[in-house]
Each structure stands twice: as C-alpha cells, then as structure tokens.
C-alpha cells in the first residue's frame, strides 16, 4: 500500500489510465479542430468528439445532440440558470432551489437576485433531503425554473428527483439537475428522471480536468438557451468555442467506462464505504453519521466526531487525504452551510469529516484509515475538555459559554 | 494549510495535557471559548508563594489552538502571577508561526491564561476573606 492514500473522490478523482490513453493520440497526430470541415484533420476530430458525445449521452439515456459541452459543472450550472433565466423571462421571474445546494448554484441564483430575480431556497429535512411537497407549495404563477442537485457533494444524499420532476413537467416549469456527483455513480435517465437540463463534469469521473457537459432536453420540450460566451456558434449556438478534443475523447471514454463497471463497481465501493462505518463505530462512541442512511452515493462517508475538531483530525492522519465542514478548513470561517442546513449543531459540524472513496480505493487502505481514524480520535479526545465534561456527566448545552 | 514543525510537535506531543482538581488549593481555572465556535481551551494553573508551580491544558480546536495552549503552559510553569499576566498572544504567534488565520488561537490562549489568573485570584480573596 502507497501513501499518502486518497480518499477525498467528491473532490476530484484520478484520470483512469484506459481513458488516458484514449486522450494521447488527439494531442499530437489527431490535433485536428472539430470544426475544420475542409480537411482530414478536421473530419477525424470531428468523428471522435462525435463518439465521444454519444458515449456521454448513453450514460444519461440522452440524445447526443442534447450533449452541450463546457469548461465544467460549474460553467454547466451558469450556463444552465442564468441562460434559462435570460431566456425565458418575460414568462417569469421567480425560481426555486434547495438551501443545500453547490455553491456553482447558489452563486449563480444570488447574482441573480441581484438582478431583480426572486428566488426559494427550499430547506432540506435532517437526512439532507428535499420534500417534494415544499417545492409544490413554492411554486408561483411567475416560476420558471427549479434547480436540485441529484446528490449531494457532501453528504452524498440523493434526493427525490423523478418526485421533483414530476411536479415541475405537470406545472410546466424547467428543471435543471446538477448532476455532478451522482452521474457515472448512480443510474441516471433523464426521459425517467423527467429532467431539462443536468450539468456534469469529467474530473468526478475518473476522466480529465477542464471539460464538463449540459444536456439540454430538445423534444418535450425543447429547451432553448441565452448562451454566456458568443462565438463561433459552435454547441448549437449555445456554448461557442473550439472544442477541446482530447478532453472530450477523454470525457466519452470515462463515461463509457463508468457505464460499463457501474453495476459491479457501484456495490464494491458501498461495501468498503460500509466497511469504513462499521470499523470506526464500533471503536469509537458518539460518532454521527451526516447523510441519509440508505439513500446516498455509493462512495461517501461524512461522520461527526463528538469533542474533537475536524481540522485537529485531519492534521493527525495527514497521510490520508480527506475533507472536513470544519470552519477553519474553510476560507470563510464558518462551519459547513450544509451541514448547518441539516440542523447538525455547529459543534457536531466542526467535528464533521467527509470520507469520499473511489475507483481505486482498496480494502486495504480503508483498514489502515479506520485504525488511523480511532487512534487520532482517541489522541484528540483525551486532549478535549469537552469530552472530559462529557464524561463528568455535564450537559455541554447548559454551559454558559463564553463565546469569542 | 501547512503547519509549521513547532505546531505539529506541540500536537504530537502535546506538553502538560490533564486536569488539575477545580477545587484544589492553589489552582486557578480558565475556560475561554465555544463548541459552536469550533475551540473551546482548558487552562489551569497552580500556584504556590505566588509561583506558578505547574499547568495543565486541555483543548478542542485545530493543530493551532492545540499548540498555542500547550506552548502556554510551558512558558506559565516557573513564572510568578505577575509575570504570567504579561504573557502576548503576539509573542505565542512568533514561537509557533501562525498564519494570520490561526492568531485568534493566540487570542484565546491568553485569554484563557488571564481567566485562569482571575480565578485565581478570585479564590485567594474568598480565602483571605473567610480567614480574616
């Protein structure tokens, strides 16, 4: 076993050899622009991007030419919101959204409330899902648009999106999916799902850095965008750009790859996920899981260490690359918005550590991460004031605290 | 964040880590801090003929606050009531080269330094008061 060991894959994942080696040829010899449609160069890119659409198409049960490429989720997301918004505003200004959302979505929705558009941010329920009823009971006359993400990047809960789809396609309004973490993880078809728009990228996938994709439903209904970058029309008009070829040979075949190995790969990371949970459990007392219990991404794992700080965790199994909802892992100071949104106290969400496994994690370095994980734990807490009142039998909630 | 060496051997080998009886005579009791805000420090001394004769600490929070209360209670040892009131939170910024981030850890370490003095302090006069 290697280390330092990943286990940080809602982040990022490492690009999958095979969809490298895909990728190689299109730098040097295939270096032909997709729309080059005079020479051979240009052909031979243009078949292979589009493969490469299908293949990405295929894996979201879409046509390829609803495949609209971008820089990645967070430009798919802008693209999405802001386009839809621009788009269809005379019949609307008011859209919906969960409280819990990626900050690419929320960044997007409060510029635009900037402009005059309002906008419900729907709370979430202690599992960190959405109630489809609360996003029937926030729509207006004036909605155009709602936007839910299929799973969350944190928590890993997967919310009710056919529900949501369901209730948005009877009221006529658009529904955009961020797909990011759930694409590739989690069966997804958007004819079933009664999705509009989904944004999602390569780099969660085990594909390359730098392009992600926005499908756009054409047929029931056509869904029509304002594009935020003007060009060369090329993306249907919608996104113009030279498209970079080797990155999306490299996105097609990580979602060819992901279709191919989901079934039994999908089961293999929850058992290790599982196998995670029940070695740090059952060594250690008041350990929370953050999430929904059944319903969540295969690979994720977010627990709360009761009396010790995330941070202070982390530091104590450097080796292992993880993430924490612990304010001072944060540039802002605050402790996790999610976390806070599922009404996990402050205290529990700066104890918070987010476990992401992957394509590539191994048993073995799960065992080494539980018996890393109870030994720092135990470190900090025999060290943590909180855990010593904790144990003297004090309600750490009657203190009077003398907060700073 | 990169830590620097001195934080990471105050958290590896944390000095004085315990508890000292509350009630015990002599010692002083400082806890300054929140769980919501995500550090709450420990921090007791002992004193005796107006020497600080030994410290102890106990801390939740990050790599910083850990060692920042730690480093505390190495410099208290040794120094009387007086001289402990001078430590700065400045000069635990310096000994550990915190980022500017990590100075509020600072800011609570002498703080709870001047708590633990006060509580002191405050059970003298009680002392002296019953006494005389």
Not at chain 1, 23 to 49: I, Q, Y
Not at chain 1, 220 to 241: K, L, N, Q, Y
Request: net charge negative; hydrophobic share 40%.
């Amino acid at each position: 076993m290697k280390l330092p060991i990943y286990m940080d894959n809602h982040s990022t994942t490492p690009c999958d050899p095979r969809v490298v080696e895909a990728m190689l040829p299109f730098f040097t010899d295939k270096f032909g622009n997709s729309a080059s449609r005079n020479h051979s160069f240009g052909w031979e890119a243009e078949e292979a991007v589009d493969q490469a659409r299908k293949q990405i198409a295929k894996l979201i049960h879409a046509d390829s030419k609803e495949i609209i490429f971008t820089s990645g989720a967070t430009e798919s997301d802008n693209l999405a919101i802001k386009g839809v918004v621009e788009m269809y505003r005379e019949k609307g200004d008011h859209i919906i959204t969960s409280s819990t959302e990626h900050r690419a979505v929320l960044d997007a929705t409060k510029s635009l409330e900037k402009k005059g558009v309002q906008v419900t941010y729907l709370p979430v329920d202690k599992a960190g899902m959405i109630n489809p009823d609360d996003f029937r009971n926030a729509i207006t006359d004036k909605t155009i648009l709602i936007s839910i993400m299929l799973a969350s990047n944190e928590i890993g809960t997967i919310h009710p999106i056919q529900e949501i789809g369901k209730i948005a396609k009877e009221k006529g309004i658009l529904f955009h999916c961020d797909g990011t973490q759930g694409v590739g993880k989690i069966p997804v078809d958007v004819q079933e799902l009664g999705v509009d728009l989904m944004s999602f990228s390569a780099h969660k996938i085990y594909g390359p850095k730098g392009i992600g994709a926005l499908y756009v439903r054409r047929k029931a209904p056509r869904v029509r965008i304002v594009p935020m970058i003007d060009g060369g029309g090329h993306e249907r008009g919608m996104r113009s750009g030279t498209l970079p070829v080797p990155l999306v040979v490299g996105f097609g075949k990580a979602c060819e790859l992901c279709e191919e190995e989901m079934p039994v790969e999908s089961i293999r990371i929850a058992a290790m996920r599982d196998r995670l949970h029940e070695g740090i459990i059952n060594a250690l007392d008041e350990v929370y899981l953050n999430g929904h219990i059944t319903q969540r991404l295969p690979g994720n794992l977010n627990l709360s260490f009761a009396y010790v700080e995330g941070e202070a965790l982390l530091m104590g199994v450097k080796e292992i690359a993880l993430s924490s909802g612990s304010a001072c892992t944060s540039a802002t100071l605050e402790p996790s918005y999610v976390l806070r949104a599922l009404g996990v106290g402050s205290d529990l969400a700066h104890s918070s550590i987010r476990f992401g496994l992957g394509r590539f994690t191994t048993n073995e370095e799960v065992d080494y991460t539980v018996d890393r994980m109870i030994k720092a734990v135990n470190h900090l807490r025999e060290m943590s004031p909180l855990y010593e009142m904790a144990k003297e039998g004090i309600d750490l909630k009657s203190v009077q605290w003398a907060a700073h | 964040m990169a830590y620097s060496e001195k934080v990471i051997d105050h958290y590896n080998n944390p000095r004085n880590m315990g508890s000292f009886q509350k009630d015990e005579d002599g010692v002083g009791t400082g806890v300054v801090g929140a769980p919501e805000c995500g550090d709450v420090m420990k921090l007791q001394i002992k004193v005796e003929d107006d020497k600080i004769v030994d410290a102890k600490f106990k801390t939740f929070g990050c790599g910083s606050a850990i060692a920042s209360s730690s480093l505390a209670t190495e410099w208290l040892k040794g120094k009387t009531v007086e001289e402990a009131g001078q430590i700065k939170n400045t000069e635990i910024v310096q000994e550990l080269n915190l980022p500017p981030v990590k100075i509020h850890c600072s800011v609570l370490a002498e703080d709870a330094i001047k708590a633990a003095l006060n509580d002191y302090a405050k059970k003298e006069e009680v002392k002296s008061s019953a006494s005389s």
